[in-house]
């Protein structure tokens, strides 16, 4: 049998959980929302149990990743400790909130300090590795992923009514909800948009070669203009339409608001849905093409029947690249008064509100996450689907 | 997130300096006529009492947004080529899978979410910006710099190492110089996200370009909005044409 050296990645990473475990600050109590919070160490927040549950768990993956077998046993058992790890967390602020909290103060909230987000960082990264070192598929992922994550909202509404972050979403869960649904409509109609004009762009760019190098160049310069600076520069336009054209006016065509949001949304989108709708088409082997033709297709069966099915996958691979892109910009467009999950962050931000910018910033790391992962399965799932054919 | 389309190679002709220069001149054209054009903002913002934004010089602001760019963008591009060096050699090899992963995984991650994450933990002000930066321009980076280094042809390795070079030296010489275009691809999309993303750092007290767009919406006056929009515009499409240059260059140079 070869001697392998340990697993460094687990090594370091359990490493860098205990020293944070045990030296930094694991939670902070403050008396409202305002006020900084006073920090606890570990031990104080968890109790002496808790804290030796959660060390020797680390411990446990410390040896593991230290044998210098990769035994699919050994690395088995490491993510079974870290997936304990992930679902006593919640459960630790729980001790800390009854612990920490005095009954008689109902501002009083409690928030997760820096010992405890670096555990949370470094835990997911060791699920990342393991599945890597595993050779997981993404079912087992998504399952373990959705078992913490329902475990964590299970505790989140139930019990822990005293953390910030939770009484941040209890003050305002209508406007949460409200702008959650504009964030999600904002983006499917950017993305919805730009796939219509995308595909037409990319088509009539195979039409005329001409019109290539400079569709593409023109595209590239709006991509590369910051949002800010492209809200700032549609507004001063639109603000003159809206002035002007009584219709548009009445269509509710604005300045601020949704109008320059979507329009530059859907400016953004154009060069990644073109570039791979375009990719996709020529990507198709000539090959393939030339059988098409043998059987006696037409060139518009051939179009439809083969070409669009085999370029699917890149295409939505485009699909994807967009979404994600557009999720992250709806959230600056809050600042130009187009609402969404934005607001949050930027009103959060004027008020000095730490726990209401993580309000807006957290569902919109989920949201692109989440969107991510399943376009990308559903691409991964249509490039297999063909090949298998 | 902004990858480019792969253009043919075209040879490479000083006239290409005419756009960098073009959008350079227009840059400080702007920034020198905005103080004077009061009538031209006048018209854009009929019931605003200022039509010039007066807080700060568009001149100092425009020094304080490539500052902080400036400063992010060198430690980004020696850390991210660095990590990237480190995980594609045989001793670092163990950390390659999950870098790589993280890499592209962290590029899901919007540029305001990991803005307003930064706050909480930093704290308000120009420093959490530029760890803000530096955090989210490495990975374009890292993903490159592995991209590009894993792209080398192994055979052209083993040659150098039968010449005899040694490790350093196939690395400077050799892997770096081939993996380059790759390299530098990865920096100028850092650098574009970043030159957005300094401007946003007007709402957690930076004062650079983003602060007149954002006192324009605060006042609702659409001059102050124009003016701060125009002049980040023209420096992210400068820059972004000076890049063009130097990938123009190398991909000349390199075969």
């Known amino acids: ?389 | 997130m902004t990858s480019r389309p792969v253009h043919p190679r075209s040879a490479y002709h000083p006239i290409q300096l005419l756009w960098p220069l073009m959008w350079l001149v227009l840059l400080v054209g702007v920034v020198l006529m905005i103080p004077h054009a009061q009538t031209l903002f006048q018209w854009l913002a009929p019931d605003a009492r200022q039509v010039i934004y007066q807080r700060a010089d568009f001149t100092q602001l425009l020094g304080r947004h490539l500052m902080v760019v400036g400063v992010a963008a060198s430690i980004t591009i020696t850390l991210g080529v660095l990590a990237g060096v480190m995980v594609t050699r045989q001793w670092g090899r163990d950390f390659l899978p999950l870098v790589s992963q993280i890499a592209s995984l962290g590029q899901t991650f919007p540029p305001v979410a990991v803005l307003a994450l930064a706050v909480p933990a930093l704290g308000f002000g120009t420093i959490p910006i530029i760890v803000a930066l530096v955090l989210y321009g490495l990975l374009p980076i890292v993903r490159n710099t592995i991209a590009g280094l894993k792209d080398v042809d192994p055979g052209v390795v083993s040659a150098a190492y039968g010449m005899g070079m040694t490790p350093g030296q196939i690395l400077r010489q050799v892997e770096l110089p081939l993996a380059a275009p790759v390299i530098l691809a990865g920096i100028r999309t850092s650098v574009t996200i970043n030159i957005a993303t300094a401007a946003l750092g007007a709402t957690v007290g930076a004062s650079n370009l983003g602060d007149p767009i954002i006192a324009g919406i605060v006042n609702a006056n659409n001059a102050y909005i124009v003016q701060g929009a125009m002049v980040i515009a023209l420096l992210a499409v400068s820059i972004d044409s000076i890049f063009e240059v130097f990938q123009r260059r190398l991909r000349l140079h390199t075969p």
């Not at chain 1, 001697?3 to 205990?18: A, E, F, G, Y």
């Not at chain 1, 959650?180 to 904002?186: D, G, I, T, V």
């Open chain 1, 1 to 389: 049998m070869d001697k392998r050296p340990p697993n460094w990645v687990m090594t370091v990473l359990s490493i860098v959980m205990l020293v944070a475990l045990w030296g930094l600050d694991n939670v902070s109590v403050a008396a409202n929302r305002i006020v900084a919070g006073s920090g606890y160490a570990s031990w104080e927040a968890f109790g002496w149990m808790g804290v030796a549950l959660a060390s020797l768990l680390l411990l446990f993956v410390l040896l593991m990743a230290w044998q210098p077998t990769h035994s699919r046993l050994n690395l088995l058992s490491q993510l079974a400790a870290i997936i304990l790890l992930l679902l006593l967390m919640p459960f630790g602020l729980m001790a800390a909130s009854a612990a920490l909290i005095d009954p008689q103060m109902p501002q009083a909230r409690l928030s997760a300090g820096a010992a405890y987000w670096v555990v949370l960082f470094c835990a997911l990264l060791a699920l990342v590795e393991l599945r890597l070192r595993l050779a997981l598929s993404r079912f087992w992922i998504v399952l373990i992923m959705s078992g913490v994550g329902g475990l964590w909202w299970l505790c989140a509404s139930l019990w822990l009514d005293r953390l910030a972050l939770v009484q941040e979403f209890q003050a305002r869960e209508a406007a949460f909800w409200l702008a959650f649904s504009e964030h999600l409509a904002m983006v499917s109609i950017a993305v919805g948009v730009s796939i219509v004009l995308g595909i037409i762009l990319a088509l009539l760019i195979r039409r005329y070669r001409a019109i290539q190098r400079g569709a593409f160049a023109l595209l590239n310069f709006f991509q590369t203009i910051p949002s800010l600076a492209l809200f700032g520069l549609l507004l001063a336009p639109l603000a003159w339409v809206s002035a002007n054209v009584p219709f548009a006016a009445a269509l509710g065509i604005q300045g601020i608001g949704w109008t320059p949001a979507l329009l530059a949304l859907v400016i953004y989108s154009l060069l990644p849905m073109v570039r791979n709708t375009y990719v996709a088409l020529e990507a198709v082997s000539p090959d393939v093409l030339d059988a098409a033709s043998g059987m006696g297709m037409y060139p518009s069966q051939r179009f439809w029947q083969v070409r669009v099915p085999l370029a699917l996958p890149i295409l939505l691979e485009g699909i994807r690249i967009t979404a994600v892109q557009a999720i992250g910009l709806t959230a600056v467009a809050a600042l130009i008064g187009a609402g969404g999950l934005g607001s949050f962050i930027f009103q959060g931000l004027g008020q000095a509100a730490m726990d209401m910018v993580l309000l807006g910033a957290l569902p919109i790391l989920l949201i692109a996450l989440v969107v991510d992962a399943g376009l990308g399965a559903l691409s991964e799932a249509l490039r297999q689907g063909a090949s298998d054919d």
